[in-house]
């Protein structure tokens, strides 16, 4: 009798029942690095013959975006080490044992399950799926969801290396973790009891993997997964990297200092901006650390905004949010992070004031 042949379809879930294939995301990946390289050569050229004067901008530059990925590629390759190994080697029925405690205590124990189960915010949202749709009350699923990429201890490592030095370094790496758990857990109450139904989309492939379908014939195979997710998620995180350093170092470099120092001396305005800074630059968590750092003229507070709302909502992540979930639960979340991230660093400015 002859073998299933092994078949392995990879992808990212993005739109409801749509998929982004393995290599079509690297390629994105690389037009993306491309597209920045073209970009920042063509900027250098022409300001250095407009005005040369302003060349030491452009090594100003430079040394700013090179530090950022110098410091951030091994934490977001470790990051995507971690993902990839639960990824393949840790059964999903792990996380459903939280359904066996009680219910005061499933949410609180599915946010600090974010703790053992270092996965990417990208990676975090079909697990949230399969879990409540085998029985785990949906809100603890979605507070596991919006915890484990900011409780990962690869994320509260990077943001240990990233303030190192500092005398803000326990505040940040503490605060992170705390505000994190508590805007979690706090949208997970949010939801209440709402059923599977009431949150999640329909789709044709509920009774299977929402990440992945995989026919294995070979123990040998898994070692293939692993590395196939590796790579994969790599060059995903990376993307969002490079663009994120790109942003970061200009603003960094050629955005007037009075024109930041401005906007971070505006209280509420200062969280305000670095939340919708984090929404646009789309960072993986582990890798926003270093970006949130650059920003010196901020004080811990909206830098503790940009760290935890980031995570939890940005603009990739509203896509997979979309495609998994009910429109309408997607604003209620969207709301609840945003109120309940704004409050809390407003409290930590008046108790570290």
Not at 16 to 44: E, H
Not at 109 to 137: H, K, N, T, Y
Not at 165 to 194: D, E, I, Q, S, Y
Not at 222 to 227: A, E, P, Q, S, T
Request: with cysteine.
């Amino acid at each position: 009798m002859r073998d299933a042949p092994n078949t392995i379809t990879t992808g990212r879930p993005l739109l409801d029942g749509a998929r982004v294939s393995a290599p079509s995301a690297n390629a994105a990946t690389w037009r993306t690095a491309g597209a920045i390289a073209l970009f920042l050569a063509l900027a250098g050229s022409v300001l250095t013959l407009v005005d040369p004067q302003r060349a030491p901008w452009i090594q100003t530059y430079f040394i700013i975006f090179g530090g950022l990925l110098i410091q951030a590629l091994p934490f977001v390759l470790l990051g995507a080490l971690a993902s990839s190994l639960i990824e393949v080697f840790v059964p999903v029925g792990t996380l459903e044992k939280i359904a066996r405690l009680p219910r005061p205590l499933q949410l609180p124990a599915a946010g600090l399950a974010g703790v053992a189960f270092p996965i990417c915010e990208c990676g975090s949202v079909p697990v949230a799926r399969r879990l409540a749709q085998r029985g785990l009350m949906p809100s603890a699923a979605v507070t596991f969801m919006l915890a484990a990429p900011v409780l990962n201890p690869i994320v509260i490592a990077s943001t240990a290396f990233a303030y190192r030095g500092r005398t803000t370094l326990g505040t940040m790496v503490l605060g992170r973790f705390g505000l994190g758990l508590l805007v979690a857990v706090a949208v997970g109450w949010v939801l209440g009891g709402r059923s599977k139904e009431e949150l999640l989309r329909r789709r044709p492939d509920d009774n299977h993997h929402a990440h992945e379908q995989v026919t294995l014939g070979r123990p040998e195979a898994r070692w293939r997964r692993l590395f196939v997710h590796l790579g994969n998620d790599f060059l995903f995180m990376g993307r969002y990297l490079l663009i994120g350093a790109t942003v970061a170092a200009f603003v960094q470099t050629f955005l007037p200092a009075s024109v930041i120092s401005g906007v971070a001396g505006v209280a509420v305005i200062d969280l305000v901006v670095m939340m919708g800074l984090a929404f646009v630059l789309s960072l993986c968590s582990e890798s926003d650390a270093f970006v949130a750092a650059s920003f010196v003229q901020f004080g811990p507070a909206p830098q503790l905004a940009f760290l935890v709302f980031g995570p939890m909502m940005d603009m990739k992540l509203l896509a997979l949010y979309n495609g998994t979930f009910r429109k309408g639960f997607v604003r209620t979340i969207f709301i609840a992070i945003a109120a309940t991230t704004l409050v809390a660093t407003m409290w930590i400015r008046v108790l570290a004031g």
